[in-house]
Nanobody, 119 residues
Framework: QVQLVESGGGLVQPGGSLRLSCAAS????????MAWYRQAPGKQRELVAA???????TYTDSVKGRFTISRDNAKNTLYLQMNSLKPEDTAVYYC?????????????WGHGTQVTVSS
């Protein structure tokens, strides 16, 4: 099994910043892809930012220039630096890892962390 533990959410005023973290532990040989998703009330879960299996990054248009995804491979940890936050960024943020063990791929999700942007 793979466990993902998220941290860093909270309440912030518009224009503020937050940094989310997601640390992986468990049984896996490699991490092939890492991503952040979010789900706002009444909306579908959407991809926010990701590292692809090729190592490139991708962002949804609404966060480009404001959010930065990064990782620490030694710590199996994924980060999301969120700057210039807007009320529409309010959502539960989830990390997702695609890991490989003995030739089998597994998709694992974090428990989610609430981000609320409000004055």
């Amino acid at each position: 099994q793979v466990q993902l533990v998220e941290s860093g959410g909270g309440l912030v005023q518009p224009g503020g910043s937050l940094r989310l973290s997601c640390a992986a532990s468990g049984n896996f040989d490699s991490i092939n892809a890492m991503a952040w998703y979010r789900q706002a009330p009444g909306k579908q879960r959407e991809l926010v930012a990701a590292f692809t299996s090729g190592g490139t990054t991708t962002y949804t248009d609404s966060v480009k220039g404001r959010f930065t995804i990064s990782r620490d491979n030694a710590k199996n940890t994924l980060y999301l630096q969120m700057n210039s936050l807007k009320p529409e960024d309010t959502a539960v943020y989830y990390c997702n890892f695609i890991t490989r063990r003995l030739g089998t791929y597994r998709s694992s999700w974090g428990h989610g962390t609430q981000v609320t942007v409000s004055s």
